[in-house]
C-alpha cells in the first residue's frame, strides 16, 4: 500500500488509528498476559478467553465484510451467514481428515459421522482435504464461487432493495435445510466436531489457541486495511454514488453491476476467511451457523456499531458478541434477544450512525434535543 494511503487514510483517519492500536496492543498483550503472570493473578488471562477473544474477532471481520457492502454500496445481505458457514466447513472437512484412527470408530479413511451411517468409501468431494493448502483455496473458492454466481444473476437482473435482501436470506435458509440433511455427507444436524490437531499440533494446547488468537488479530487488520483501501480509493467513491444514487451512476455509463458483483464476491471472501477461523477455535461447526437468524444479527452489530464507517462495525461486533457472553451467562439469558431487539430500535430512532456517530451527534445536539422531544411527548401523552 503506498504511503499517502497509509498515513492519510488508515493513521490519518482517527477511527481506523484507535481501531488499529486496539488490535496491536490485544495481539501483544493477550498472549503476554496469558503465558507470563501466574494463573492465580488478576493480571493472567486463561486460555477459555483466548478463544473466546478469538472467535469475537473473527465475528469482527464478518461485520467487516457486511459494512463493505451494506455501509458502501447499499446492498443489504441477509445470508452473509452462509459464506461465513461455508468457509467454517472447509476449514472443519480438512480438521476431520486429520483425526485419522484416532476417532470413535478407529477408521482411517472415513470420518466417525460416516462409518456410523455405514458409508462404504469417502465422497469425491471430501477428496484433497487432508492437505491444508487444498482446505485453504476451498476456503476462499468455495464461497467466493457462490457470490460470483448469485451475484452474476441477482445484479445482471437488477435486482435490489428488499427484494435482493429476501433472496439472500432464501438462500442460506436453503443451504441450512441442505446441510442438515446426513445424505448430504456434511455430518447432518450434529455437523463437524471432535478436532484433534492442525498442520500437526494439538489444537487443545495453549500455544495452539495462542497462535490461532494471533492469526486473528492479523487478520482482521489485513481485512480492515483492504477494506479501508477499497473505499478510499475512486472505486470506493462509484461504491457510495450506486448506494446513493444507482440510476445516475448507470447514467454516466459505469456497469453498477459490475462494481456490485466484485465488492460482493470480495466481502464473501472476507466471511470465509472469518469462519475458516472461527471453526478451529470453537472446536465445531454444524448447519445452525446458516441460520438466517445468525445473518440478521450480523447486521445489528453493524447498525449498532455505525455502518459506513468500517471500523464501527468491528466495535459493534466486539461489543454486541461480549454483551450477549455476559447477559446469557446470567440471569438474564432468557431475556438477550429483547435486550437485543430494544438495542436496535433505540439505535436506529435516536442513534442512525450507531456507536460511533454519538460524539458527533452530542456535538451537534441533535442527540440532546431527540431525548428532549421523546421526554416531552411522553410527559404530553
Known amino acids: 500500500m503506498s504511503t499517502p494511503f497509509v498515513s492519510t487514510f488508515l493513521w490519518g483517519d482517527k ?66 451467514g452462509a459464506f461465513f458457514a461455508l468457509g467454517g466447513y472447509a476449514m472443519g472437512m480438512y480438521l476431520m481428515r486429520q483425526i485419522g484412527d484416532r476417532g470413535v470408530y478407529g477408521n482411517a ?104 488468537f494471533v492469526l486473528s488479530v492479523l487478520a482482521l487488520i489485513l481485512a480492515y486495511c483492504a477494506a479501508r483501501y477499497i473505499t478510499a480509493s475512486k472505486l470506493g467513491r462509484v461504491l457510495v454514488s450506486v448506494r446513493d444514487a444507482e440510476s445516475r451512476t448507470r447514467f454516466l455509463g459505469y456497469r453498477v453491476e459490475h462494481y456490485k458483483l466484485m465488492v460482493f464476491v470480495v466481502s464473501a471472501l472476507l466471511a470465509g476467511i472469518a469462519g475458516a477461523l472461527y471453526v478451529p477455535q470453537v472446536g465445531i461447526i454444524n448447519p445452525s451457523e446458516f441460520n438466517p437468524l445468525n445473518s440478521i444479527e450480523i447486521v445489528i452489530w453493524v447498525a449498532i456499531g455505525g455502518r459506513g464507517t468500517l471500523y464501527g462495525a468491528v466495535l459493534g461486533a466486539l461489543l454486541v458478541n461480549y454483551g450477549k457472553t455476559y447477559f446469557t451467562s446470567g440471569v438474564f439469558a432468557e431475556y438477550w434477544l429483547f435486550i437485543l431487539g430494544a438495542l436496535f430500535v433505540v439505535t436506529t430512532i435516536y442513534l442512525p450512525r450507531g456507536i460511533v456517530g454519538l460524539k458527533e451527534q452530542w456535538a451537534k445536539g441533535k442527540l440532546a434535543a431527540l431525548f428532549k422531544n421523546a421526554s416531552s411527548a411522553k410527559v404530553a401523552s
Open 109 to 212: 479413511d472415513l470420518p466417525d459421522f460416516m462409518v456410523f451411517l455405514n458409508w462404504q468409501e469417502l465422497p469425491w468431494f471430501w477428496h484433497g482435504f487432508e492437505h491444508f493448502g487444498f482446505a485453504l483455496l476451498m476456503v476462499l473458492l468455495v464461497p467466493g464461487i457462490l457470490a460470483f454466481v448469485f451475484g452474476w444473476l441477482a445484479f445482471r437482473s437488477r435486482v435490489s432493495g428488499v427484494y435482493l435482501s429476501i433472496i439472500t436470506q432464501a438462500l442460506t435458509y436453503a443451504l441450512m435445510l441442505a446441510f442438515f440433511r446426513n445424505d448430504m455427507g456434511f455430518g447432518g444436524n450434529n455437523g463437524l466436531t471432535d478436532f484433534k490437531e492442525i498442520v500437526g499440533f494439538d489444537l487443545q494446547a495453549t500455544s495452539t489457541r495462542i497462535v490461532l
Open 15 to 80: 477511527g481506523s488509528r484507535y481501531l488499529l492500536i486496539l488490535l496491536c496492543a490485544l495481539g501483544v498483550g493477550v498472549p503476554i498476559l496469558n503465558w507470563l503472570p501466574p494463573e492465580n493473578s488478576w493480571l493472567h488471562v486463561p486460555t477459555y478467553m483466548v478463544s473466546l477473544l478469538g472467535k469475537y474477532l473473527c465475528f469482527a471481520i464478518l461485520a467487516l465484510a457486511l459494512d463493505l457492502i451494506w455501509g458502501y454500496c447499499g446492498i443489504l445481505s441477509l445470508g452473509h
